[in-house]
Protein backbone atom coordinates (compact mmCIF):
# COMPACT_ATOMS: atom_id res chain seq x y z
CA UNK A 1 0.00 0.00 0.00
CA UNK A 2 1.23 3.63 -0.83
CA UNK A 3 2.49 5.92 1.95
CA UNK A 4 0.29 8.33 3.58
CA UNK A 5 -2.48 8.50 6.33
CA UNK A 6 -4.68 5.45 7.06
CA UNK A 7 -7.78 4.30 9.56
CA UNK A 8 -7.40 0.97 10.53
CA UNK A 9 -10.86 -0.72 12.07
CA UNK A 10 -14.39 -1.37 11.13
CA UNK A 11 -14.53 -0.38 7.38
CA UNK A 12 -18.54 -0.13 7.59
CA UNK A 13 -18.43 2.11 10.57
CA UNK A 14 -15.73 4.19 8.09
CA UNK A 15 -18.73 4.42 5.62
CA UNK A 16 -21.25 5.40 8.24
CA UNK A 17 -18.98 8.59 8.68
CA UNK A 18 -17.87 9.60 5.75
CA UNK A 19 -20.17 8.94 3.04
CA UNK A 20 -19.42 11.68 0.43
CA UNK A 21 -15.61 10.41 0.62
CA UNK A 22 -14.48 9.20 -2.93
CA UNK A 23 -12.96 6.46 -1.20
CA UNK A 24 -15.85 5.33 0.91
CA UNK A 25 -18.15 5.20 -2.74
CA UNK A 26 -15.83 2.37 -3.63
CA UNK A 27 -15.80 0.87 -0.37
CA UNK A 28 -19.57 0.35 -0.37
CA UNK A 29 -19.36 -1.23 -4.02
CA UNK A 30 -16.85 -3.54 -2.53
CA UNK A 31 -18.55 -4.15 1.05
CA UNK A 32 -21.69 -5.27 -0.46
CA UNK A 33 -20.62 -9.08 -1.08
CA UNK A 34 -21.01 -11.42 1.87
CA UNK A 35 -18.71 -13.27 1.59
CA UNK A 36 -15.76 -11.08 1.68
CA UNK A 37 -12.55 -12.77 3.05
CA UNK A 38 -10.06 -10.19 1.67
CA UNK A 39 -10.55 -7.40 -0.88
CA UNK A 40 -7.40 -4.91 -1.72
CA UNK A 41 -7.46 -1.94 -3.68
CA UNK A 42 -4.93 0.78 -4.44
CA UNK A 43 -6.94 2.97 -1.84
CA UNK A 44 -7.70 0.20 1.31
CA UNK A 45 -7.78 -3.74 1.98
CA UNK A 46 -10.64 -5.46 3.92
CA UNK A 47 -10.21 -8.88 5.98
CA UNK A 48 -12.64 -10.59 7.82
CA UNK A 49 -11.99 -11.02 11.32
CA UNK A 50 -11.08 -14.78 12.53
CA UNK A 51 -14.38 -14.64 14.80
CA UNK A 52 -16.77 -12.19 13.29
CA UNK A 53 -17.53 -8.79 15.47
CA UNK A 54 -15.54 -8.25 18.33
CA UNK A 55 -13.03 -5.53 19.91
CA UNK A 56 -9.49 -6.93 18.73
CA UNK A 57 -6.17 -5.61 20.31
CA UNK A 58 -3.01 -4.95 18.45
CA UNK A 59 0.44 -6.16 19.75
CA UNK A 60 1.34 -2.32 20.37
CA UNK A 61 -2.17 -2.16 22.85
CA UNK A 62 -4.24 -0.16 20.10
CA UNK A 63 -8.34 -1.47 20.37
CA UNK A 64 -9.84 -1.81 17.13
CA UNK A 65 -13.80 -2.26 17.30
CA UNK A 66 -15.89 -4.41 14.31
CA UNK A 67 -19.25 -4.56 14.59
CA UNK A 68 -19.48 -6.07 11.24
CA UNK A 69 -16.15 -8.89 11.95
CA UNK A 70 -14.36 -6.75 9.19
CA UNK A 71 -11.17 -4.82 9.56
CA UNK A 72 -10.37 -2.01 7.22
CA UNK A 73 -7.12 -0.44 6.47
CA UNK A 74 -8.41 2.57 4.28
CA UNK A 75 -6.36 5.54 2.95
CA UNK A 76 -7.33 8.75 4.55
CA UNK A 77 -7.13 11.15 1.31
CA UNK A 78 -8.40 14.20 3.18
CA UNK A 79 -7.26 16.69 6.21
CA UNK A 80 -6.84 13.70 8.72
CA UNK A 81 -8.22 16.01 11.55
CA UNK A 82 -11.21 15.31 9.77
CA UNK A 83 -10.94 11.75 10.89
CA UNK A 84 -10.04 12.32 14.48
CA UNK A 85 -13.42 11.15 15.68
CA UNK A 86 -12.59 7.55 14.30
CA UNK A 87 -10.29 7.12 16.66
CA UNK A 88 -12.67 5.69 19.20
CA UNK A 89 -12.96 2.98 16.52
CA UNK A 90 -9.75 2.20 15.56
CA UNK A 91 -6.38 4.21 15.24
CA UNK A 92 -5.05 6.66 12.50
CA UNK A 93 -1.65 5.27 11.58
CA UNK A 94 0.85 6.90 9.48
CA UNK A 95 3.14 5.08 7.01
CA UNK A 96 6.27 7.27 5.77
CA UNK A 97 6.93 4.51 2.96
CA UNK A 98 4.71 1.81 0.87
CA UNK A 99 3.62 -1.07 3.34
CA UNK A 100 2.67 -4.60 3.02
CA UNK A 101 -0.51 -6.03 3.83
CA UNK A 102 -1.68 -9.89 5.08
CA UNK A 103 -3.51 -11.88 6.93
CA UNK A 104 -2.86 -15.61 8.62
CA UNK A 105 -5.24 -17.60 10.87
CA UNK A 106 -7.00 -14.45 11.78
CA UNK A 107 -3.62 -12.25 12.36
CA UNK A 108 -4.02 -8.97 10.18
CA UNK A 109 -0.80 -7.16 9.46
CA UNK A 110 -0.98 -3.61 8.66
CA UNK A 111 2.95 -2.60 7.64
CA UNK A 112 4.39 -3.28 11.61
CA UNK A 113 0.91 -2.77 13.01
CA UNK A 114 -0.15 -6.01 13.90
CA UNK A 115 -3.99 -7.46 14.93
CA UNK A 116 -5.19 -10.78 16.27
CA UNK A 117 -8.65 -11.49 15.48
CA UNK A 118 -8.06 -15.09 17.10
CA UNK A 119 -9.08 -15.25 20.55
CA UNK A 120 -7.19 -18.83 20.39
CA UNK A 121 -3.93 -17.11 21.00
CA UNK A 122 -2.39 -16.79 24.59
CA UNK A 123 -1.78 -13.41 25.62
CA UNK A 124 1.66 -14.86 27.07
CA UNK A 125 2.98 -16.14 23.54
CA UNK A 126 1.89 -12.97 22.47
CA UNK A 127 4.16 -10.49 24.85
CA UNK A 128 7.02 -13.56 24.52
CA UNK A 129 7.20 -13.03 20.61
CA UNK A 130 6.34 -9.79 19.99
CA UNK A 131 7.96 -7.98 22.89
CA UNK A 132 10.96 -5.51 21.85
Known amino acids: MKAGY ?3 GDPKIFIKKFSIDNITKELIINIKNNNIYK ?3 ENFVIFKTKIGP ?3 RSYSAS ?3 SDS ?3 GCIF ?3 NIDL ?3 LKEFGTIQKFDKSFDVSVN ?3 MHFGNLIIDTDPSIDSNDFEDTYAD
Open 6 to 8: YFI
Open 39 to 41: IET
Open 54 to 56: GCF
Open 63 to 65: IHL
Open 69 to 71: GLM
Open 76 to 78: LEK
Open 83 to 85: YEE
Open 105 to 107: NGQ
